[in-house]
Nanobody
């Protein structure tokens, strides 16, 4: 079983910064993709950024140049540094990870979600 524990959400004024963290634990052999998604009220969940173990990253156009995803493979942790925050960034942010158990089975799982609120 995989556990994803997120931290770092909260309330910030427009133009401010927040850093989200997500630690992955469990009987896992490896983590391939670590990602952040978000879901605003009344909207579908959308990809914010992802990072593969191979070193590639991908960002939503709306956050390019403002958000940075990074990961510490030794700690099985992914971070999302969010700068120049805008009210439209307000959403619940979810961590997602996939990879393989020691058994060879594939897993994919979500964190519990973090509220990020940006006031104007």
């Amino acid at each position: 079983q995989v556990q994803l524990v997120e931290s770092g959400g909260g309330l910030v004024q427009a133009g401010g910064s927040l850093r989200l963290s997500c630690a992955v634990s469990g009987s896992i052999r490896s983590i391939y993709t670590m990602a952040w998604y978000r879901q605003a009220p009344g909207k579908q969940r959308e990809l914010v950024a992802d990072s593969t173990r191979a070193g590639t990253t991908n960002y939503a156009d709306s956050v390019k140049g403002r958000f940075t995803i990074s990961r510490d493979n030794a700690k099985n942790t992914v971070y999302l540094q969010m700068n120049s925050l805008k009210p439209e960034d307000t959403a619940v942010y979810y961590c997602h990870a996939d990879g393989w158990y020691y058994s060879g089975s594939y897993y994919t799982d979500w964190g519990q979600g973090l509220q990020v609120t940006v006031s104007s």
